[in-house]
């Protein structure tokens, strides 16, 4: 009995109860929480709108939230709860939650059910603008040309665009 009775007095002696100590122990360092084989549903109205998949995700809680996908991330883009409108890869993202805004960089490639396709390095997309839109060279490829370009804006749909420098148009054989 004697000996828990010291191993108890050795304990609260060797532990320090400083309050300013404890509280400043996490000072400096950023909160984070790290998600591994991420799959997170997007819906609005009670349908589905996206499906977002990534082997990897950084949640940072500091001065800015953000959200990073640092290991390349996928989205499904659906009109209605089944049917894919489009699909979107990049090599990395980030999600700016104060601002509504996603910045996705490296090798991004968005593609549409009719086959249109959007190449670019950066793209950027403002939630409550329900734009698309960067000022990195693109790429785009419809059924009967590609153009290359400097700059763009779009909608979400990614219907109606507007290249700001078009530097080169390629005509294509109708394939369809």
């Excluded at 950084?58 to 894919?84: A, K």
């Excluded at 670019?120 to 040309?145: C, M, N, P, S």
Aim: hydrophobic share 35%.
């Amino acid at each position: 009995m004697r000996w828990i009775y010291l191993f108890f007095v050795t304990l609260l002696l060797s532990c320090e109860n400083d309050l300013a100590t404890v509280q400043g122990s996490g000072k400096g360092k950023t909160q984070m929480d790290e998600v591994k084989d991420v799959e997170s549903y997007f819906s609005q109205a009670g349908l589905l709108k996206a499906k977002l998949t990534a082997p990897f995700m950084l949640r940072y809680y500091d001065t800015m939230p953000r959200v990073e996908f640092p290991q390349t991330l996928h989205v499904d883009f659906f009109e209605g709860n089944e049917n894919i409108q489009s699909y979107l890869d990049a090599q990395t993202g980030f999600y700016y939650e104060s601002q509504g805004k996603v910045l996705l960089e490296d090798s991004v490639i968005v593609i549409r059910k009719d086959g249109d396709t959007l190449k670019t390095q950066k793209l950027y997309w403002e939630q409550g603008a329900h734009r698309f839109y960067t000022d990195a060279d693109v790429e785009i490829r419809q059924k009967t040309k590609t153009i290359f370009g400097t700059g763009f804006e779009s909608d979400e749909q990614l219907k109606n665009f507007r290249i700001d420098t078009v530097t080169g148009v390629m005509l294509v054989e109708d394939k369809y």
